[in-house]
């Protein structure tokens, strides 16, 4: 199958604005799963709100377009109850990590398998640029007009901590690498993170001088190194990318099947 | 056919009970008393049943988990207490919007806030009402005693897949934890209904919002040969957004229309000595536990008194309210909050000056007695 016959093109071009990532991630992701050469009806795709969450309407799979920050736990129930879906969660840094922190942390505590990808552009696009938990100390957004005195999260590292069994950074910059590490990701049984680094040139950009779009993905191209580079030895301003955790453990829906096995023994 | 299993069992397990008879194929809950039992025995019998259950990190989380299993074709329910029934709220308004099948306990505690968990009250009706944002339609029911709390849970069950939205279990703490004996009828006893599934061939344009003419809309499980979309947004007959006037108009009718269209199908009640009554109570849940052993005392003493209790509460069966209290004296609302059913009632009757209150909000369950009191006051007599 070819990438555009998993989109639904009746519905482009797509309300996203130009020069942002978003579209990009929509790519590297249909490549990936055209790749693993799914088919569509078994793929289901989780979304919350926000800008990154249209990236649902777009994709000819089961969609589920959901509440803010809420994804995960829908997606949780589509699992759980059908474990044979292949089940994506794209979310954006505002919808997975503010309002939908707690699901987020949990879902990758149960390990149960579902690929998160973190749509991180650093900003709140569809209410007009506010700042998220990732913009960052010192950047500038409509609500932080005297500077951001919020620090922000390290998802890689709290994905880890919460007991992600896979967890991965690209860029937008990066498209092959995005591929392949989606990719990764979705073949993981487990939960998976891929956090994204992406452009928002309409409100990040413009708000901290970044340039436009073009600017943007040079700048994700000139500050990102692959893990355990030598750049990343002279410059630990540097973030890393790659796959930083993949390890094996008992998924959740497996582990469940095991408990209806011990509740009907003997029975 | 089997025989009938008869039990001694608390109110959340007669539940359970009834849940697993309707066919429950998966809960996701959070802890909370006094509802906690019904996850505790779910836990326990659904894995039984080959169904799932999950504890989530919150009761957001709980109602969105079982959204997205019934999506996949699975009845399915949770269960809660105020505090996470005001957590439930936005799940609830999307469940509506994308027409959902789920069910949906409350068993009643005390409030507002963490208010009295371990006691008795009657204070989330308009909660569950008007508790979502937006305008809607909802369906609540409640019972007085674990055999009727069977039957509304199945019967909860059975109008969440014949309307494809989710209805509300209101019981309340008394009910919840109290023992008493349960006959699980055989199955078949009760008629269950099974979801309407699109008989469209794949690859044949289906439409999961398109009513049919009798209002109902045959769905199709994720994973199946239909691939569409689901939202909160206002949507088209495919499910995508749409802010389109006329589908916005049409949609909300819609969600509307089939609740209030099907009011009286919904409507449940039991009356006693409701004929010849000079005073009637209105009353529901475990409160009318205490009006009923007040109208049999008092009948027995040949005053006309009878009761009309309530297990449709939305939508509000008022035409009956008013079709029962018509030729009575006085009415009077018999339940644990500040008089919530009360207002309902008042805008049922003709004379509204007739209906008054006996109530309760310390967290004691209303008694014969605090209801005789009142009755006292209402005939002249003085306390």
Redesign the interface.
Known sequence: MAVKDYLRERFFPHMWCPGCGHGTVLNGLLRAVEKLGMSKNEMVMVSGIGCSSRISGYVDFHTLHTLHGRALAFATGVKLSKPELTVLVPMGDGDALAIGGNHFIHAARRNIDITALVMNNRIYGMTGGQFSPMSGYGTSATTAPYSNIDHSFDVVELSKAAGATFVARTTAYHVQNMADIIRKAILHEGFSVVEVLTQCPTYFGRKNRMGGAVEMVKWLKDNTTPIGSKAKQENPELIERGVFVQKELPEYCNEYNKVIERATKGR | MEEPTTRFVQGNEACVEAALYAGL??F?GYPITPSTEVAEHLA?RL??A?G?F?Q???E???I???????????K?MTATSGPGFSLMQ??LG?AVMAEIPCVIVNVQRGGPSTGNPTHVSQGDVFQARWGTHGDHAIVAMTASNHQDLFDVTVEAFNIAETFRTPVILLFDEVIGHMREKLVIPPAGKIPLVERLRTSVKGGVDYHPYLPREDGRLPMS?????H???????FHDMWG??SNNPQVVHGLLRHLVDKIQNNANRMARYKEYYLKDARTILVSYGSSARSALHVVKNRRARGERLGLLELQTLWPFPEHIVREKCETAQNVVVVEMNMGQVLQLVKQAVDDPDKVFLANRVDGGLITPTDIRNILRLIQGKGV
Request: charged share 20%.
């Open positions: 194929e998966f996701a326990i894995p039984q080959g799932r999950i989530m990190e919150d957001i989380a709980s969105c988990a079982i959204v997205g299993a019934s999506l996949t074709g699975h399915v936005e799940g999307y499980d994720f994973g199946g040969e691939r569409y979309n689901v939202t909160g947004l995508f957004p």
